[in-house]
């Protein structure tokens, strides 16, 4: 099994900036694809960004298109998100998983880090 580990997360004022960083263990995929999606309580769960293990075309959600960058570390197995010009409206927990062979679906999930944007 895959197991992912987030850290990073806290208390920032609006307009700030925050990494995350999502760290994998176990068996995983050259065809894998590493995302990060967050999630307010009572809210349903929003994608964030994604990006390839090798090669391939990051990609982001709509509402933070030109604010978060995420990247990889190969050699640490390691996935960050570079958040800046944050916003109050981002606070909530953020989790990064792993979809991939056989059926290409997010099977295995983090733990979830806060992020708690003040105004």
């Known amino acids: 099994q895959v197991r992912l580990v987030e850290s990073g997360g806290g208390l920032v004022q609006a307009g700030g900036s925050l990494r995350l960083s999502c760290t994998a263990s176990?068996?995983?995929?050259?065809?894998?694809?590493v995302g990060w999606f967050r999630q307010v309580p009572g809210k349903e769960r929003e994608f964030v960004a994604s990006?390839?293990?090798?090669?391939?075309?990051?990609l982001y959600g709509n509402s933070v298109k030109g604010r978060f960058t995420i990247s990889k570390d190969l050699a640490k197995f390691t996935v960050y998100l570079q958040m800046t010009t944050l916003k109050p409206e981002d606070t909530a927990v953020y989790y990064c998983?792993?979809?991939?062979?056989?059926?290409?679906?997010?099977?295995?999930w983090g733990q979830g880090t806060q992020v708690t944007v003040s105004s």
């Open positions: 998983a792993v979809r991939g062979p056989p059926d290409f679906e997010y099977n295995y």
């Open positions: 990006i390839p293990w090798l090669g391939g075309t990051s």
């Open positions: 176990g068996r995983t995929s050259a065809s894998a694809t």
